[in-house]
């Protein structure tokens, strides 16, 4: 039959032209502008990933810049109001409002105050006992106690 070394030669030769057609195949379907212009398409693709990431990276430092001065300016009020109650109030309410901005507001709720009070509501007012009140659901409703015969009887 066939010897080993022209087995192997014939092999290397059909290897040979393979690749040859396959790099020519390759060539004639998928052009070279084609694959430039993908490449090209990658790249842009890449750079607007970067450029968006950038955007958002300086879209949070300006928040956080604003969120910082925002709270500044909610300080300014307070000082502001401070200072006012210093001014215009009694000594316990301006210290009450100077500790409050610092969180050691301490109001002693051993005792309720006047203000604490919890009324009835004025619809369910003291009434004689044995009547209903208002939001009774018998409210206004009386018995019939007609003395007159019925209609049915007659």
Not at 135 to 146: I, R, V
């Amino acid at each position: 039959m066939f010897s080993l070394e022209f087995l192997i030669m014939v092999c290397v030769i059909i290897f040979c032209i393979g690749g040859l057609l396959g790099a020519l195949v390759s060539r004639k379907f998928i052009p070279p502008t084609e694959q430039k212009s993908l490449e090209n398409e990658l790249d842009t693709t890449k750079e607007e990933l970067s450029n968006y990431q950038h955007e958002v990276a300086e879209h949070f430092i300006a928040t956080s810049k604003l969120i910082n001065e925002l709270t500044q300016s909610y300080k300014n009020v307070h000082e502001h109001l401070a200072s006012g109650a210093v001014d215009l109030t009694n000594p316990d309410i301006s210290k009450q409002l100077l500790d409050a901005g610092e969180g050691t507001l301490h109001i002693d709720m051993s005792e309720p105050a006047a203000e604490d009070v919890i009324e009835p509501p004025k619809d369910w007012a003291p009434k004689a006992p044995g009547d209903s009140g208002t939001l009774s659901e018998e409210f206004g409703l009386k018995e019939a106690t007609s003395t007159e015969p019925d209609a049915t009887t007659k």
